[in-house]
């Protein structure tokens, strides 16, 4: 039986509504899934973010296998009682770390510049039977592989797991990206193995696409995750230079209507651009992670209904100074019907005060979940294409009803 059941389709798109199935709870979508990479969504409490219509959270494997370790957070009942979240997890499976760590942010990997000097830990080597790195917690070289990967997560006790992969840099070749795919194949069938032998009975197993900007690689990469044991399909891996690149690389992982991958429920790693989403949700994409609305929002940027500004504001720009506007006319998120305006909230990111972080925090979840909900409706309403394009223009979720502050 599918994890995936579909409420509604747009005729017009690969675009689908429904419920991903869990131990803990359905996950309504399209859904947008924030990060609790080490058992947190960053300044917020568990409640706070069920309050505000997520219905799952991830948790990074490979952060919690390294601190505070799955061990102790198994002999506490598991992650969901270990961070007071009741709904459903997914864990990534490392395999991403293994990227980030050897080659730098997708960023730094596709502009040149490699990994950051002075970035803590590093991959010492990566071969068949996994990677051995160096921790940034105490800097002992540790060892990850498909077994351990999995292992860990189910330690954690997530509700769906992702198996082990390599993820490719942007700049590596064809041959490179082709035997790095099979490996990571053969590395998901370990996972798998594992997984019937010792992992939790009602958690499910995402396996990862990779292929990197490649199509046959991708189609590939797809066939080998749907045609497997697998309960969904994880879309992973460098997705190209630009925003074209990559809604043709993912449209290359999210296979017509009526296939046998389509019934399978597909997430998109780490992608979370106001664009990105609708796009993404036209391809067919069933829940999305990503950084980007918690990580502006520690930042002091704020996300609005502006698209040639990216969907930004930087409130400590100088103009905010005596702003006595709120971030957002009509939004229900506490920084705007707090009565904080611009002004104070510019001043509180200048100051480097907390309060400036989980305010600008939670109104950017109140922005994307109210988007991810308008999405899910419009769908089952067959309205799609005009609500995609309102948003496109510059509209705000209904939710909020405003225009941006002046």
């Not at 997520?54 to 505070?68: A, E, I, W």
């Not at 996300?303 to 969907?311: D, G, K, Q, S, Y």
Request: glycine share 12%; with cysteine; net charge negative.
């Amino acid at each position: 039986m599918s994890a995936l059941q579909v409420i509604a389709t747009d005729p017009g798109s690969r675009a689908r509504a429904g419920l991903v199935r869990t131990a803990h709870g359905d996950v309504r979508t399209p859904a947008f899934v924030p990060l609790a990479t080490k058992g947190s969504v960053r300044g917020l409490e568990p409640h706070e973010v069920a309050g505000l219509g997520f219905d799952m959270v991830l948790g990074n494997t490979f952060h919690l296998m390294l601190q505070p370790g799955p061990e102790l957070i198994a002999e506490l009942g598991g992650l969901h009682r270990f961070m007071g979240w009741e709904g459903p997890i997914i864990t990534d499976s490392g395999g991403f770390q293994v990227f980030s760590m050897g080659h730098g942010s997708v960023a730094d990997e596709i502009k040149g510049t490699g990994k950051r000097a002075g970035t803590e830990g590093a991959v010492l080597g990566i071969a068949e039977v996994g990677v051995r790195f160096r921790s940034y917690v105490d800097g002992a070289e540790r060892f990850m592989g498909p077994e351990e990967s999995m292992a860990v997560q189910a330690a954690l006790g997530s509700d769906i797991a992702l198996t082990f992969d390599e993820c490719t840099p942007f700049h590596a070749t064809r041959d490179y990206t082709a035997r790095s795919t099979e490996r990571t194949h053969r590395w998901q069938e370990r996972c798998l193995a594992w997984h019937r032998e010792r992992g939790p009975a009602d958690q499910l197993v995402y396996g990862i696409v990779q292929g990197g900007v490649y199509e046959d690689l991708r189609h590939e990469s797809t066939a080998a995750v749907a045609e497997s044991a697998c309960d969904g399909i994880a879309i992973g891996g460098s997705l190209g230079r630009h925003k074209e690149q990559m809604y043709e690389v993912v449209g290359w992982s999210t296979p017509a209507r009526g296939t046998e991958a389509d019934g399978k429920p597909r997430h998109l790693l780490g992608i979370g651009d106001v664009d990105d989403l609708l796009r993404g949700v036209e391809l067919g994409v069933d829940t999305f992670d990503c950084a980007m609305p918690t990580r502006l929002g520690r930042h002091g940027v704020a996300i609005v209904p502006e698209p040639e500004a990216r969907w930004r504001v930087d409130l400590a720009k100088a103009r905010f100074r005596t702003s006595a506007e709120p971030i957002l006319d009509g939004c229900p998120c506490p920084a705007c019907t707090g009565g904080y305006s611009r002004a104070y909230l510019r001043h509180l990111i200048k100051a480097g005060e907390l309060l400036a972080q989980r305010l600008v925090t939670l109104h950017n979840l109140v922005f994307i979940g109210g988007l991810m909900a308008d999405l899910r409706e419009a769908i089952a309403e067959g309205r799609l294409p005009e609500v995609a394009d309102a948003f496109r223009r510059g509209s705000a979720p209904a939710a909020v009803r405003a225009r941006p502050a002046s």
